[in-house]
């Protein structure tokens, strides 16, 4: 292996960057993490989780007798929140800035610790006056605001798990998660800043809770754009007339460790979400120890900044729970990259001097495609380092963050990780990992992970097989909410007694894991999962679909796009023709994807075809499908119950 100027654009994949030394020698992951995790890997984990705040510690550090639901640490009892907030200002760091609250139109705000104690305390107290109590379900559909992290720190206060839906989801969406959770209560605002404009998000409450299982008693509207809102009184409160009178005093709600502390709802191989359960001790130790060394925080000058939002289980894990159990200052923004111009990241970090920096591939390509002259414009030198997430960052991404953004001196962390795993699992150690761009490296010290092939044996070097995690870990999902057997087939059933992750992956002469993307039908678009099945059954909803079928196309900017392949009922090309003939219908008909699920689902293309290919039993090969979108020789066509529909779906779509 060679080590590579990396301001050479050459496309290798083997060029490796060892760590500086002066990056190194201060550096808070320790090469003997490894070691000490493979002396004793349940000692490890046990002091690592002793680092938390317990108001009765735990004597045991595992039971996984009744695999594969994991109890850790499990007759302890702690508060989530008392972690992240309260215990800092005991130790007499009431005054560092915890969150630096940039707002799209470039107006702030800032909060001590002190001042998050204050906020969290009184939405709690105001949560607990409506009755919301230790247990109860909270569903928060919040902008990236203060509030949203004051919301979620203020369920985790008092014991009532928060189901954070992502803004940009529908009110259907929100609807099935609110019924599937039987949530008594939602967090919002009347609306939010989108490039510039206010988009109102409370008319989506008021839709999904018409029609819903009427378990949601009580709506607290934060107000953040002003302009009328539909109220329905004794239901809907606004945040800020609560706030008023509510006490900043409030009592932590001590949990058991396996209370669990929030359901986050993700996409999986079938039309319904699955609702994702993480629990509280387990989560907050695994969720400290990554951030602290793999983002190789230093809590008193660093300022940290994590793009994503928290609508993701990289904003509960990287943006609250981590980064604020190890006190750290940290940005939150608002809006997009590119309002009001494409340098507004940029900025951001040059303002409040970001010295690191978390996003994901899709964000790097796009800055990318807008040219490195625009975050030239800006002084990025506080940058020390970068990490990414989401999808395989590719090699010529990876070396242009780091040149660019990084200045070729910051490290960059790959990081591999799932809803479903809570907290980072694979990734390169800062300062210890000689850094290989596009692979994410090693499994991090108290984590074990292998590739596996169809038996279930390990792969030889360089060999595609199944990325499985194989033993229990911290901040593992403890289930899916409400369908054990679901948690145990989708996870457990592939190989006995591995986590399986549904991603494909090889490993290199090193050890090193190079993670090659999904095998089952959930789509990456931008870091974002989107199952194949739910925007098919959202396309088949309207009247006039009779099938379609979707796949996830490679992309350049966004590593993967939704295609969909529909065929249109015979009953309906009437209705069709008269509303302007099949143009128009594959706009109609994206629109009701986001309708039904949210923009991100949107299909980029709609394609309208007369035959799908189908095996013998029925199951659509997406496969041949796949080819067609990416423009690519269709494969092996045998299987197909009639070979001759994929000359007909490429006659069809060859001369339209
Ligand atoms: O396919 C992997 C991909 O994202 C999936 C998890 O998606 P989600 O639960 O939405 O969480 C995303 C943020 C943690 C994985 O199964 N993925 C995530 N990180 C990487 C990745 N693929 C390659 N490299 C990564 N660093």
């Avoid at 992290?149 to 929100?174: E, K, T, Y």
């Avoid at 983002?295 to 604020?324: E, Q, R």
């Avoid at 150690?429 to 761009?437: A, E, F, N, S, Y």
């Avoid at 995690?469 to 593992?476: H, I, K, S």
Wanted: aromatic share 8%.
């Amino acid at each position: 292996m060679t080590t590579q100027n990396p301001s050479e654009p050459a496309e290798q994949t083997q060029d490796v960057y060892p760590p500086s030394s002066e990056f190194s020698t201060n550096a808070v992951a320790r090469p003997s993490l490894y070691e000490e995790a493979a002396a004793d890997r349940l000692k490890f984990w046990e002091l690592r989780a002793r680092l938390l705040n317990w108001s009765k510690p735990f004597t045991e550090v595992l039971d996984y007798s009744n695999a594969p639901f994991a109890r850790w640490f499990a007759d302890g009892r702690l508060n989530a929140c008392y972690n992240a907030v309260d215990r800092h200002i005991e130790s007499g760091h009431g005054d560092q800035v915890a969150l630096f609250a940039e707002y799209e139109d470039g107006a702030d705000a800032s909060y001590t610790y002190a001042q998050v104690k204050d906020e969290v305390s009184r939405m709690a107290n105001a949560l607990q006056d409506l009755g919301v109590t230790t247990g109860d379900r909270v569903a928060i559909y919040l902008p990236m605001i203060p509030e949203a992290v004051f919301a979620m720190l203020a369920c985790a206060r008092i014991g009532a798990p928060h189901s954070v839906v992502f803004g940009g989801f529908s009110a259907d969406a929100l609807r099935s998660r609110i019924d599937d959770a039987g949530a008594v209560a939602v967090i919002t605002a009347d609306g939010q800043f989108r490039r510039g404009k206010a988009l109102p998000l409370k008319p989506a409450v008021d839709d999904a809770l018409d029609g819903s299982q009427g378990t949601v008693k009580n709506v607290l509207v934060v107000k953040r754009t002003g302009g009328d809102v539909a109220w329905t009184d004794g239901r809907d409160h606004w945040w800020h007339e609560l706030r008023e009178d509510a006490s900043t005093e409030h009592e932590p709600v001590a949990v058991d460790a396996e209370h669990p502390l929030f359901i986050l709802y993700t996409s999986g191989t079938t039309g319904k979400p699955k609702g994702i359960v993480h629990t509280t001790g387990g989560y907050l130790t695994q969720a400290a120890y990554t951030h602290r060394n793999v983002f190789d925080l230093k809590p008193s000058s660093d300022v940290y900044w994590c793009t994503a939002d928290i609508g993701w289980i990289t904003g509960h894990t990287y943006v609250v729970y981590g980064p604020m159990v190890n006190r750290t200052t940290q940005v939150i923004y608002e809006g997009t990259p590119d309002t009001p111009h494409q340098g507004r990241w940029w900025e951001v970090i040059q303002k409040y001097g970001v010295t690191t920096f978390y996003s994901s591939p899709t964000a790097i390509r796009t800055a990318m495609k807008w040219g490195e002259d625009i975050p030239a414009k800006f002084d990025l030198s506080s940058l020390r380092l970068l990490g990414t997430v989401g999808e395989s960052i590719n090699p010529e991404a990876w070396r242009w963050y780091r040149r660019v953004i990084g200045g070729d001196r910051c490290p960059i962390v790959d990081t591999w990780w799932q809803t479903e795993t809570g907290a980072i699992m694979i990734s390169p150690l800062p300062g210890v990992t000689p850094l290989k761009p596009g692979s994410a490296q090693v499994p991090l010290p108290g984590i074990s992970a292998d590739v596996l092939d169809d038996n279930g044996e390990a792969v030889q070097p360089d060999e595609p097989g199944f990325l499985v995690l194989t033993d229990p870990w911290p901040a593992m999902l403890r289930g899916i909410w409400g369908d054990d057997q679901r948690f145990i087939d989708t996870y457990w059933s592939r190989f006995e007694n591995r986590y399986f992750a549904g991603d494909g992956a090889k490993k290199d002469a090193d050890g090193d894991v190079w993670v090659t993307g999904r095998v089952d039908d959930v789509m990456n678009v931008s870091g974002h999962r989107l199952s194949t099945s739910e925007i098919e059954s959202a396309l088949v909803s309207h009247p006039w679909v009779a099938e379609a079928a979707v796949v996830g196309a490679a992309d350049e900017t966004t590593g993967q796009s939704v295609v969909a392949f529909v065929i249109l009922r015979s009953d309906a090309l009437g209705d069709v023709e008269a509303e302007g003939g099949e143009e128009n219908a594959v706009q109609v008909l994206r629109a009701h994807v986001g309708q039904e699920i949210g923009p991100i689902a949107k299909p980029k293309k709609v394609l309208l075809v007369t035959e799908l290919p189908k095996t013998r039993s029925g199951k659509i090969m997406r496969r041949l499908l796949r080819d067609v979108a990416e423009n690519r020789e269709v494969g092996d066509t045998q299987t197909l119950a009639d070979s001759s529909v994929m000359d007909l779906i490429q006659r069809g779509l060859a001369g339209k």
